[in-house]
């Protein structure tokens, strides 16, 4: 009887041993889910404000003046100036070109008009000779593309504004309308950057911001 309770106790005790194997031997897995996200529908593109651009530019420059008549030329810048004096009365668009001609010097031409084709300026001084109005020495060089740029304006009231300033320091200048609403004040008539230089460091040395281009 002892040996059947005995029986008995040890069998008890090695119950929970054996289940206690069987499961140190099972593999168990864990199952990462990923959360369920509800479909949401993509909220309509906000159409983005165009981006501002700069003004228009302008159209480009399509006339260009390369001819001037050259009515006289002096060394006294002085001189210069009388002459043109007495001639203004009776002659519009005239003005002095400071140029260096090389070995020949600092010279001050008193110029008149401005010309698209040789043509043009030829008809013109033919036209004024036979009036008396120029001397006979006047004549139409070579081309003369260039005139030193001080400003461009709104109106012809700026510009002959700016230019009564010039006046006032003994140069004289002169405004091309180049459409309704833009009017350049121009200085001389230039075959070249060199032949201008000398007025051009006149101007910057009277704090003015000079440049050269095509007239």
Same mark, same amino acid.
Request: hydrophobic share 40%.
């Given at each position: 009887? &002892?040996?059947?309770?005995?029986?008995?106790? !040890? =069998?008890?005790?090695?119950?929970?041993? *054996?289940?206690?194997?069987?499961?140190?031997?099972?593999?168990?897995? +864990?199952?990462?889910?990923?959360?369920?996200?509800?479909d949401v529908q993509d909220e309509?593109?906000?159409?983005?404000?165009?981006?501002?651009?700069?003004?228009? %530019?302008?159209?480009?420059?399509?006339?260009?003046?390369?001819?001037?008549?050259?009515?006289?030329? *002096?060394?006294?810048?002085? $001189?210069?100036?009388?002459?043109?004096?007495?001639?203004?009365?009776?002659?519009?668009?005239?003005?002095?070109?400071?140029?260096?001609?090389?070995?020949?010097?600092? *010279?001050?031409?008193?110029?008149?008009?401005?010309?698209? #084709?040789?043509?043009?300026?030829?008809?013109?001084?033919?036209?004024? &000779?036979? &009036?008396? %109005?120029?001397?006979?020495?006047? =004549?139409v060089g070579g081309q003369v593309?260039?005139?030193?740029?001080?400003? #461009?304006?709104?109106?012809?009231?700026?510009?002959?504004?700016?230019?009564? $300033? !010039?006046?006032?320091?003994?140069?004289?200048?002169? %405004?091309?309308? +180049?459409?309704?609403? %833009?009017?350049?004040?121009?200085?001389?008539?230039?075959?070249? +950057?060199?032949?201008?230089?000398?007025?051009?460091?006149?101007?910057?040395?009277?704090? =003015?911001?000079? #440049?050269? &281009?095509?007239?």
């Open positions: 009887m &002892k040996r059947c309770v005995l029986i008995c106790a !040890l =069998f008890l005790m090695a119950a929970p041993l *054996w289940a206690g194997y069987d499961l140190s031997n099972t593999v168990t897995r +864990e199952i990462h889910r990923a959360p369920v996200i509800e309509p593109l906000k159409e983005s404000a165009p981006e501002k651009t700069a003004a228009a %530019v302008s159209p480009a420059k399509t006339v260009y003046y390369p001819y001037t008549i050259h009515l006289s030329s *002096w060394q006294d810048p002085k $001189e210069a100036s009388r002459q043109i004096e007495k001639m203004q009365a009776g002659l519009d668009m005239l003005f002095i070109t400071k140029i260096d001609l090389g070995a020949s010097g600092i *010279w001050y031409r008193i110029d008149h008009g401005i010309f698209p #084709t040789i043509k043009d300026a030829v008809a013109r001084l033919r036209e004024l &000779k036979a &009036k008396n %109005v120029i001397d006979k020495g006047a =004549f593309a260039y005139a030193i740029e001080l400003g #461009t304006y709104e109106s012809m009231q700026e510009a002959t504004d700016d230019a009564q $300033e !010039l006046r006032d320091l003994g140069m004289v200048p002169y %405004v091309i309308r +180049e459409r309704d609403t %833009v009017f350049r004040l121009l200085l001389g008539a230039y075959p070249d +950057e060199k032949s201008a230089a000398p007025a051009m460091e006149d101007l910057k040395a009277l704090g =003015f911001d000079p #440049t050269l &281009k095509k007239r």
